[in-house]
């Protein structure tokens, strides 16, 4: 087995877990504020909380407008931030080694020898 082939098993079982997370769990999960929310309700820290610019976005709290049933939208909300996050770190780890690869250079053309 190379290297390659290992790696690309370990992504592709990690992502299988977090799908299966996602749709087995975070519909399961409590709709009662946490402990942090909690607290400034009862403190009164949150008396000038506002709603945020992407309170009323396709998936805000953690739901696909649209789907009646909460608990697929709530699947369907994190499949989409799994694969979202997905893209982006591969995409910036694709970037980062890409900087960090050195340049070909002519010692290592073809036709060169190898030592």
Do not use: C, N
């Amino acid at each position: 087995m190379t290297r390659r082939t290992s790696l690309l098993g370990f992504v592709v079982i990690g992502l299988a877990v977090a799908v299966a997370l996602v749709v087995a769990v975070a519909p399961r999960a409590s709709s009662q504020p946490d402990g942090l929310e909690k607290v400034a309700a009862d403190h009164g820290i949150d008396a000038g909380e506002r709603g945020h610019a992407l309170g009323d976005g396709p998936f805000a709290d953690y739901e696909v407008q649209g789907v009646e049933h909460d608990a697929l939208g709530t699947a369907v909300a994190g499949i989409v931030g799994i694969a979202a996050t997905f893209v982006l770190g591969a995409g910036a780890v694709w970037a980062f080694r890409r900087r960090r690869d050195p340049p070909p250079s002519a010692a290592a053309s073809p036709g060169s020898a190898r030592s």
